[in-house]
C-alpha cells in the first residue's frame, strides 16, 4: 500500500523567495557579485602565473628597489579594497532599497540582519 504523498502550504518565506520582487534582488546581486569575482580572481591568477613563468618581467626594476612584482603585489589589495567600496555603494543603491522594500511588504517574517543579530 502506498501511502498519500505528503503535501504542505509552502511557507512564508517560501513564498518570498518565489516572489518577483525577491528574484529581482537576486539578480541584481548576482549581476554584480559575479562578473567582480571572475575577474578579481583572473586578476590574480595572472599575478600568480606571471611570477612563476615571467621572474625576468617581474623582477625588473620600476623605480628604486620596487620591482614589477611588488607594484602588481600592492595593487592586489587596492583591488580588493576599489570592490570593497563598489560593493557598498552598489548595495546601497540597488540591493538595500529594495531588500527594503520585500521587509517591508512582508512585516515581521523577514528581519534585516542587524535585527536579527539583537
Known sequence: MESPPITTAPTEVQLIEESREFRHLRGSFRSFAFPVTIGFVLWYLLYVLLSSYAPGLMGTKVVGHINVALVLGLLQFVTTFAIAAGYARYAG???????AA???T?????????????
Open 93 to 99: 543603491r540597488r540591493l538595500d532599497p529594495a531588500a
Open 102 to 104: 520585500i521587509r517591508e
Open 106 to 118: 512582508h512585516g515581521a517574517v523577514v528581519h534585516a540582519p542587524r535585527e536579527a543579530a539583537e
